[in-house]
């Protein structure tokens, strides 16, 4: 129960006021707990007290605090703090309201496609900015990612992330959910980014058609299956989901490497491209989605068929028992003598047509040689002279039949602010070169203006205001001088909105206003005057101005017992609210001398003086 909990009540760091659990990881437990300082709500993620005395599992923790604090995404859990002491690790994150993708799931069971995209797009965007941090997750599942109230979608518990230098293999640590681990991790072997994109995959597959890919009893049945099997295509089990989609959830999730997404930005390219045109199909064969296993043994079984064909028809090498059924005698077998000239008659006949067949690609390969090598080496060939194609409209090149039937013309687009759009910027070869014409088509490659370079606001918003006016000046773009205003949701120093908005399309040289964040709003109050006020009077006084009890130390007085004689801050001064206070509580004045009984057993001890001087009273 919570109430037994060692953590629930107390205040970490003399700012964390721990308040509830709320959840229970592999390696910590998550708490509720609310910032005194900023006064807001955070989750607060607490090494489990079994592994803290592990110094292996300090370490892992402690690299994850350093990996999520490298990121800074709307679609992953922030983190705001990090804490290492002798006895105590934990990480100070942002409190999401919302549940999980796996509860969603099971409430709505199979979702559309556009939700389904929806959500998975916003994953992309996450890996995209960890892959870019040199970040893999490596437990990619519904269970850790959140849904917020407003649809967005925020990445959680990086709780196995690890940095690409210390990874681990399988047989080592568990490494995630095994009915979303990628065929790679499943092997044990070095894993790398694509192994998120495989994990995302299988995400994608369960929200358009309610199930897993693959069952088992057990997690190695369900582990070998990654490794070896094919799923149900989606569409066979929800005939609603568009090809196209498909087409990309089984790439993302194709046991191939080389043929799966070779990076998140790729992965989300498609997605786009395909909410913008959900017709839209990707050249991707299902021949693609076999495992490489399965090519070699349907390989092997056509060889052993074929092996086993000319065993059984006779047609390959005579063995000795082959041989002894030849040799028959007059009665129906042939004579020694007999076998002896076939074999010899055999072997010249075998080896006329070699002879023969060295000679016909002899033949062959003279007359080959000569129309196609021979003949171009000592005829004169060709030539004709590149036309200058700068500053010309590549569509009236590609028109012009002139150009088309000598020239293979290759056009490329590049953006420039100095040449109109559908213009050749430059050209390669150079106009006037000699190129040969006989053969294939001289290819002339032309760079083509797209117009002036789009640009596009980025997102910038719950970032640092520095790194974001970096960013947007790195897009030529100007930024405005801040304008600063208090908030109790966002940290301090990072973005709270932007004029122009996100996807706004802009030019080189606009101006951008930010408004930032300069932290949580301080209210003070006056402190009162607690003296001589009963400890329970004193508290109640300084729970109403929401100020903080702080230690209370009993002393020797002659006020009345157990009323305040002390407290560490003056009153009538201003402080912040939630300041701590310390108190001193009379516990009584100090015995009387004159009421100590006499120790009969004591002595005087000799030549003592005593005089009449003074200050020699009481010695």
């Not at 989300?268 to 399965?294: A, M, Q, V």
């Not at 041989?323 to 007059?330: E, F, I, N, P």
């Not at 100095?418 to 014409?437: D, F, H, L, N």
């Not at 897009?475 to 120093?493: G, I, M, Q, R, W």
Request: hydrophobic share 35%; with cysteine.
């Amino acid at each position: 129960m919570d109430s037994m909990d060692k953590y629930i009540g107390k205040l970490l760091d003399n700012r964390y006021e721990i308040i509830e659990k709320i959840g229970v990881g592999g390696m910590a437990v998550v708490y509720k707990a609310r910032c005194h300082r900023l006064n807001r709500f955070v989750a607060v993620k607490i090494l489990k007290d079994e592994l803290a005395v592990d110094e292996d599992f300090r370490r892992r923790f402690h690299t994850e605090s350093q990996a999520v604090a490298m990121l800074s995404h709307p679609n992953i859990v922030t983190v705001y703090d990090v804490s290492r002491s002798a006895d105590l690790e934990y990480i100070v994150m942002e409190l999401i309201e919302g549940i999980t993708l796996k509860q969603y799931l099971s409430r709505r069971g199979v979702l559309s496609w556009k939700e389904a995209l929806h959500f998975a797009s916003q994953i992309a965007r996450a890996l995209i900015h960890a892959h870019g941090k040199g970040i893999i997750h490596r437990d990619i599942k519904p269970h850790n990612i959140m849904i917020l109230r407003d649809s967005s979608v925020k990445v959680a518990d990086f709780g196995i992330a690890r940095l690409p230098s210390t990874q681990n293999t399988l047989t080592q640590e568990t490494l995630g959910s095994v009915h979303y681990i990628s065929p790679e991790q499943a092997k044990g072997g070095r894993i790398d980014a694509r192994a998120d994109i495989y994990s995302l995959g299988v995400v994608m597959y369960e929200m358009v058609t309610g199930r897993l890919p693959f069952e088992g009893d057990s997690a190695i049945a369900v582990a070998m299956q990654h490794i070896s099997s094919i799923p149900l295509m989606p569409r066979e089990i929800n005939p609603d989901i568009p090809e196209g989609f498909e087409n990309i959830i089984m790439r993302a999730m194709n046991a191939k490497l080389e043929q799966r997404y070779q990076s998140a930005e790729r992965l989300y390219e498609d997605l786009e491209s395909f909410r913008k045109n959900p017709d839209y199909k990707f050249d991707y064969s299902d021949l693609d989605f076999r495992t490489g296993d399965k090519a070699a043994d349907s390989a092997s079984e056509r060889l052993k068929g074929r092996t086993g064909g000319l065993s059984n028809t006779g047609r390959g090498n005579l063995d000795t028992g082959n041989l002894a059924s030849v040799l028959r005698d007059k009665t129906g077998a042939m004579s020694k003598a007999e076998y002896v000239r076939n074999t010899q008659k055999a072997r010249r006949v075998s080896l006329l047509s070699g002879i023969l067949c060295v000679l016909i690609f002899l033949i062959c390969a003279f007359l080959y040689l000569k129309n196609t090598w021979f003949d171009d080496m000592f005829a004169e060939p060709e030539t004709t002279t590149v036309p200058d194609f700068v500053n010309s409209n590549i569509e009236d090149i590609l028109n012009n039949p002139a150009y088309t039937d000598i020239f293979e013309i290759v056009p490329t687009r590049e953006a420039s602010d100095t040449v109109a759009e559908g213009y050749v910027i430059e050209q390669s070869p150079a106009a006037g070169r000699t190129v040969i014409k006989s053969g294939n088509k001289p290819t002339v490659k032309l760079t083509v203006s797209s117009g002036s370079e789009k640009i596009y606001m980025p997102n910038v918003v719950n970032t640092d205001y520095r790194s974001a006016k970096l960013n947007l000046e790195k897009l030529k773009l100007k930024v405005a001088e801040p304008e600063f205003v208090t908030s109790n949701d966002v940290t301090k120093d990072y973005v709270i909105r932007t004029i122009p908005a996100e996807g706004t399309e802009l030019s080189p040289g606009d101006t951008v206003y930010l408004t930032v964040s300069s932290g949580p709003e301080i209210i003070y109050v006056t402190m009162p005057d607690l003296t001589g006020e009963t400890l329970a009077s004193a508290k109640a006084k300084l729970e109403a101005l929401n100020l903080v009890l702080g230690k209370v130390t009993p002393v020797e007085s002659e006020a009345e017992k157990d009323t305040v004689t002390f407290q560490n801050v003056t009153p009538g001064t201003s402080v912040p609210e939630h300041t701590s206070v310390n108190l001193n509580i009379s516990s009584g004045p100090p015995p009387s001398e004159e009421t100590t009984e006499p120790d009969d057993t004591t002595v005087a001890p000799p030549d003592v003086a005593y005089s009449g001087e003074s200050g020699s009273e009481g010695q």
